[in-house]
């Protein structure tokens, strides 16, 4: 019982450590994009999220993600285009 324990605490260290690492890369991801879009020109910005917009829209029309993963992901789109970090 012990030993089944000791697993199980060192898979959600593991577990925990994975998510960390994710995390980093997403923030890093997104002050890579704020800083990128803050260096365009406002119809260049205006370009790239309509083409964004449009991969997306053609992205739910063949895919087999569930509507919820697919609005979650529309939202931080949004957020990140749209209002992107201070």
């Known amino acids: 019982m012990k030993n089944l324990i ?3 605490l060192v898979s959600l260290a593991d577990k925990e450590q994975e998510s960390k690492e994710l995390v ?5 991801l997104e002050i890579v994009v704020t800083a ?3 260096r365009m020109e406002p119809s260049e910005q205006r370009a ?3 083409s964004i ?4 829209d053609g992205a739910k029309v063949k895919s ?3 509507v919820e993963d ?3 992901l529309q ?3 949004q957020k990140l285009l749209k209002h992107p970090r201070s």
């Open 48 to 50: 790239l999220i309509d």
């Open 36 to 38: 990128l879009l803050r």
């Open 53 to 56: 917009e449009g991969a997306m």
């Open 64 to 66: 087999e993600v569930s």
């Open 6 to 8: 000791a697993e199980l």
């Open 70 to 72: 697919s609005a979650l």
């Open 24 to 28: 980093a890369q997403v923030e890093a």
């Open 75 to 77: 939202q931080y789109l």
